[in-house]
């Protein structure tokens, strides 16, 4: 009797396939509208950071090498879940407007950002998010605040810390990871 796979290939197969159905979990457990936020901790572990808005808290969970997923759990005055969102996504920087949405939004919608500087000759201070853009590219958005903390423009590109560099060798080019 031929067998499909030998041994090694099992074993490898084997980690795959784990690696894999760890992705596929990759923001925590499953929370559902209307736990307890002591459930919530329970569950996702303590939150990366925590956030007030009205009677509102907000609960940030951080995730990824590259800080790519931030989940948010909205609890309502009760503390009880209202929402739990993976918020770094396209659809939602959708969401900003430009002229009036203010740092603090930004903050409460999207938590902290994973660089800030500033840009002297446009007198701009810039809060940028790696994401996944579409769910595949490796991304920044890069949002700019004028003085009084009001979105002014949002740019997006790729994260040139996760792109491959071209580097001349010996007269040959060749791709590396930084």
């Known amino acids: 009797m031929k067998t499909l796979f030998k041994p ?6 084997a980690c795959i396939l784990a690696s894999l159905s760890g992705c596929a979990n990759f923001g925590g457990p499953a ?5 307890s936020e002591s459930e919530i901790i329970s ?3 303590s939150p990366s950071a925590r956030y007030q808005e009205g009677n509102d808290s907000i609960l940030a969970y951080v995730h990824g090498p590259w800080g790519q997923q931030t989940y948010m759990a909205r609890l309502d005055a009760s503390r ?11 659809q939602k920087f959708a969401t900003v407007t ?6 603090e939004t930004i903050l409460h919608t999207f938590g902290k950002p994973a660089e800030t500087s500033y840009l002297s000759l446009s007198d701009l201070t810039v809060w940028t998010y790696r994401y996944k853009e579409s769910g595949v ?8 605040f004028d003085r009084n903390g009001i979105v002014q423009k949002m740019m997006n590109g790729p ?9 001349l060798v010996g007269g ?3 791709n590396r990871m930084r």
């Open 98 to 103: 430009i002229g009036a949405t203010n740092q």
């Open 31 to 35: 929370v559902t509208p209307g736990q």
């Open 172 to 174: 040959h080019f060749f």
């Open 159 to 167: 994260d040139t810390w996760l792109e491959p560099r071209q580097e």
């Open 80 to 90: 009880r879940l209202k929402s739990y969102e993976q918020v770094l996504t396209t």
């Open 8 to 13: 090694a290939q099992l074993v490898l197969l």
């Open 43 to 45: 569950k996702l572990g």
């Open 137 to 144: 590219w490796d991304s920044m958005m890069h949002v700019h």
